[in-house]
């Protein structure tokens, strides 16, 4: 994922130096319906699509180069017979604009998310895999580089809080040099700071293309946080829809595989970094938690901090919170909240807390108290998500007993 400022982001982040968290705070969303030659009548409903507008080579509001990802929109729209809008998510395409847009039903579907259980719990279904992306190795032509080893002796610009600036932290003998973004790495390419740019294989592919005339080669890696399988996203409720859409994607194969050449993503066969055996832990993302998901730390996650603290609760988030609940939180505190030892039972905080309780609660699920074995969540869900969690367990307060 737009899916959002690290950079695996390519699957669901911003692909570049917008995705900073600034950005974040700025919303905005206008739908505009796009009729396709196949149905124009107005008894078809349109297949709304959320997209960011300015995400290439994902997805851009500018008709002559709607992205990858509007463009296998259009074919699946075609295919089965249906219009197709858009309704523009102008943020970072993380798991909270997934929640707004796709569970809040401003559209339909959303193309490009990970592919992954862990992704969103169970609110979120995916359609076939559509694609793998992965980072990459991007360097000058003449320079091979099929293992780590090859990196010795080199410049490589890694992006700030990606697995692959984790990856080569150790290496002494690998000189990185950070960079905040895949243009920013490619750039430092370009005026011969850095050797070899570690970044997100999709954007670099498109960079090269469309500002660098192809200069570059481009090395696929592939690897523990290194590379993800892209699906089309739907609420849990619309399956119907998704099977739909699965059953013409097999047909739509050539044309993604087409499409995926034209925005220029690499099409190589990845190497891996260490070989199969002996991946160091290095690979393994900082938070076992996280393993599932794209580069949390990349992710929704950041702009918690950076955002004011979410304060509406009404049904939604309620319905939203139990959800989230049940998928992550419960295998310890119990299903719906309901839990018999009452150092856990999370329907106490009122009683235990009192006035404390919300602050207790941010403190406890932002930092966890992990020698308890209560995990820490910050890096994991985004605030707006904990808000549900809380407006969740609010609703189901005890007023009664003791308060140990
Ligand atoms: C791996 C098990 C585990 C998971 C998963 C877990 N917790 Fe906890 N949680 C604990 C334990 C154990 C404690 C008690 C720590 C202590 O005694 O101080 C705790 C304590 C808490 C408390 C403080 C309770 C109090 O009365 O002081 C809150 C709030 C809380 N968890 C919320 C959550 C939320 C929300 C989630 C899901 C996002 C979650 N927990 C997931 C194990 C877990």
Known sequence: MPVISGEFRGLYAKSGVRSHLGFLAVAAILALVEPTSAADTSDVKPLRLCADPTNLPYSSDDASKPGFYLEVGQAIGKALGR??????????????????????????AMIGLPLSDDFMGPTVIFSRKISTQTYALVAAKGKAISSVEDLKGSRVAVQYQTTPQNLLALRDDIEKV????????????????????FVWGPAAGWLNKTQYENRYKIQTVEGKGLSWDAAIGFARTSKELRDQVDAVLPGLEQKIVDLATKYGLPDD???????????????????????AVPTVSSLSVNIASTEREPDAVNSASVNAGKEVFNATCAHCHGTDAVQGERRIDLRRLQ??????????????????????????????????VLNDIYAYLLTLQTSAGSTD
């Open 83 to 108: 219009p197709v809008a858009y309704n523009w998510y102008r943020t970072y395409f993380g798991k909270r604009s997934v929640r707004v847009t796709l569970l809040g039903r401003q559209c339909d």
């Open 178 to 197: 950070t960079v905040l973004s895949t243009e920013e790495g490619m750039r430092a390419l370009d005026l011969g700071t850095a050797d070899v740019a």
């Open 269 to 291: 066969q990845p190497i891996t970094l260490y070989g199969s055996e002996n991946t160091p832990n290095l690979l393994t993302p900082r938070k076992a938690a996280t393993a």
């Open 351 to 384: 009683l235990r807390y009192g006035e404390n309780a919300r602050a207790t609660f941010w403190t406890t699920v932002h930092e966890g108290r992990l020698s308890k074995g209560m995990p820490a969540w910050k890096e994991v869900l985004t605030d707006y």
